[in-house]
């Protein structure tokens, strides 16, 4: 088992560009979350998907979309980057629809690393 | 919205010393989690407590309800020990907060 997959690793984008961050489970888990962490802040939610075809809103989710493709994928789009949104990203996902916030074991990919010029 | 401090902010030891982690929280909780996050970047979950103590090999993990404390101990330490150990707070209805993280290296 691969467990939480992300790709890319790192990426570098000038002001203005667009990418997608790409996330995938092998666990068979319902639940997904893109998280964001900068220096010296914790982790933040920027959206979840509690199962296939759902997704909300999570602590800052302002610039970003996300698509639940099918149950193993679950995208974060940035439609036009900004420096402010240089941060390293992660993807976790749990069985139940509230992960950590519901006392369930979340697992994280291993982040990506994104740099907005 | 629940504060979540954690101490110290960084903490450099020698092998074998015994680690002390702490994180308090400004808002009842119903759990608190302690991650690590190694220094390629993965992070995994270590405990999920909300009351007394559990420990798993070398790290301990305790809290005190009443206080709103929580302490990560880790015996015998080793280099590979060395990582970023983060709380994380369970509020409310769905409410979840993380501590900024203690930033460990334990040297040879």
């Known amino acids: 088992n691969a467990g939480v997959t992300q790709t890319p690793k790192f990426q570098v984008l000038k002001t203005g560009q667009s990418m997608t961050l790409q996330c995938a489970q092998d666990?068979?888990?319902?639940?997904m979350y893109w998280y964001r962490q900068d220096p010296g802040m914790g982790l933040r939610l920027i959206y979840y998907?509690?199962?296939?075809?759902?997704?909300d809103k999570g602590e800052v989710p302002n610039g970003y979309n996300v698509s639940r493709l099918n149950k193993r994928e679950f995208s974060l789009r940035l439609e036009s980057a900004a420096p402010s949104q240089t941060s390293v990203y992660f993807c976790?996902?749990?069985?139940?629809?509230?992960?950590?916030?519901?006392?369930?074991?979340?697992?994280f990919g291993p982040g990506t690393r994104l740099t907005v010029l | 919205k629940n504060e979540v401090e954690q101490s110290p902010q960084n903490l450099t030891a020698q092998e074998g010393e015994f680690i002390t982690i702490n994180c308090s929280y400004s808002?009842?909780?119903?759990?608190l989690h302690w991650l690590q996050q190694h220094p390629g970047g993965g992070i995994v979950s270590l405990f999920m407590l909300s009351s007394g103590k559990k420990k798993h090999g070398r790290l301990i993990a305790t809290i005190n309800i009443q206080e709103k404390h929580s302490s990560l101990h880790i015996t015998a330490s080793h280099p590979r020990d060395s990582a970023v150990y983060i709380c994380?707070?369970?509020?409310?209805?769905?409410?979840?907060?993380f501590g900024k993280g203690t930033h460990l290296i334990i040297q040879p």
């Open positions: 976790a996902s749990s069985e139940s629809v509230r992960g950590l916030a519901g006392g369930d074991t979340q697992y």
């Open positions: 994380a707070v369970r509020w409310g209805a769905d409410g979840l907060t």
């Open positions: 998907s509690a199962s296939e075809g759902t997704t």
């Open positions: 666990m068979n888990h319902n639940s």
């Open positions: 808002v009842g909780i119903s759990a």
